[in-house]
């Protein structure tokens, strides 16, 4: 079935270094996408969220972009930091549909 | 926190066991989420409920079923439970039918053995 899928499980970064995560979709029927970000043992916390008519979108410190052409979406962390660690996950929601649908998520680890 | 709260924390038990989850939603978000995560697993689809009435349905087994009662809390029932649904059960809630954000509590994490 169509599924939100994120290109790396994991990513490593430098503190202080910017932060790319990237998520491919398949439904050209999602009209809504969001990020969140799952610290160990807790639930998932919002990050940013965009609209099937926007194609950019900043937060403090994170930008999301969402290219429709070829169903990618985005996550730019900036200036990442230790306390960024965490499993990012993107989720979208179809027209007429109620709930997210997750892809599997990235981890990410910020190296000192 | 993001004042949706879910009990219990954690919770172990046998096969063939049956369970329940709890989960009060944020302050007067009328629609409540329940999610299913595995080991190392995304977070899977159960089911959606809009001010009492069950809205949307996923992946969700027969031998679970949920319910969201007039005060807005719902609960996740497992039974016949097998080794396999060990996982971590999120519930989030949001204000209207699921047009925005999620809010999610912190999970209840069940261990089967």
């Known amino acids: 079935g169509e599924s939100v899928g994120l290109h790396l499980p994991t990513l490593s970064v430098q503190e202080g270094d910017n932060s790319i995560i990237n998520c491919a979709y398949s439904?050209?029927?999602?009209?809504?996408f969001i990020w969140y970000k799952q610290e160990s043992g807790k639930g998932p916390q919002f990050i940013i969220d965009?609209?099937?008519?926007?194609d950019k979108r900043q937060g403090q410190r994170v930008t999301v972009l969402l290219n429709k052409t070829v169903k990618h979406l985005s996550l730019q962390i900036a200036a990442t930091q230790p306390g960024d660690s965490a499993v990012y996950f993107c989720?979208?929601?179809?027209?007429?549909?109620?709930?997210?649908?997750f892809g599997a998520g990235t981890t990410v680890t910020v190296r000192a | 926190d993001s004042g949706v709260t879910q009990t219990p924390k954690h919770l172990i038990t046998a096969t063939g066991q049956r369970v329940t989850l709890r989960c009060s939603p944020r302050?007067?978000?009328?629609?409540v989420y329940w999610y299913q995560q595995s080991l190392d697993q995304g977070l899977q689809f159960l089911i959606q409920?809009?001010?009492?009435?069950?809205?949307a349905k996923g992946n969700i087994l027969e031998r679970f079923s949920a319910q969201q009662f007039p005060d807005l809390h719902s609960e996740l029932n497992l039974s016949s439970l097998e080794l396999g649904d060990s996982a971590l059960y999120f519930c989030?809630?949001?204000?209207?039918?699921?047009?925005?954000?999620?809010?999610f509590g912190e999970g209840s994490r069940l261990t089967v053995l």
């Open positions: 989030a809630s949001s204000a209207g039918g699921g047009t925005g954000e999620l809010f």
């Open positions: 439904n050209s029927a999602s009209d809504y």
């Open positions: 965009i609209r099937s008519n926007m």
């Open positions: 989720a979208e929601k179809y027209v007429g549909d109620y709930k997210l649908s």
């Open positions: 302050s007067g978000d009328l629609s």
């Open positions: 409920y809009y001010n009492g009435e069950e809205r």
